[in-house]
């Protein structure tokens, strides 16, 4: 079955850096594209970033965009997402996600970004 394990979230001042990670299996990663959202508290699930199945399209929110890089090793089945320059509006819940036959998440990593 699908799986989606996201992990690297943590506390980190403002400012600071973090590089998630999400290792996939169940499914054929190379050949889909791979998503990053996120939730912050008492809000709705927000898009922040995708890739292609190749690693050669990419996609940002505009708020992250020009801070977090998105990427893909289709050898390790794993997505990243390193995050530079965080900013407490960026504490939230960090979801990967993948549409295979049907939309598939993982269990989240929280990110605080806090001083």
């Known amino acids: 079955q699908v799986q989606l394990v996201e992990s690297g979230g943590g506390l980190v001042q403002p400012g600071g850096s973090l590089r998630l990670s999400c290792a996939a299996s169940?499914?054929?990663?190379?050949?889909?594209?791979m998503n990053w959202y996120r939730q912050a508290p008492g809000k709705g699930r927000e898009f922040i970033a995708s890739?292609?199945?190749?690693?050669?399209?990419?996609r940002y929110a505009e708020s992250v965009k020009g801070r977090f890089t998105i990427s893909r090793d289709n050898a390790k089945n794993t997505v990243y997402l390193q995050m530079n320059s965080l900013k407490p509006e960026d504490t939230a819940v960090y979801y990967c996600?993948?549409?295979?036959?049907?939309?598939?998440w993982g269990q989240g990593t929280q990110v605080t970004v806090s001083s």
């Open positions: 996600n993948a549409r295979v036959s049907m939309a598939y």
């Open positions: 169940g499914f054929s990663f190379s050949s889909y594209a």
């Open positions: 890739i292609s199945n190749t690693g050669g399209v990419t």
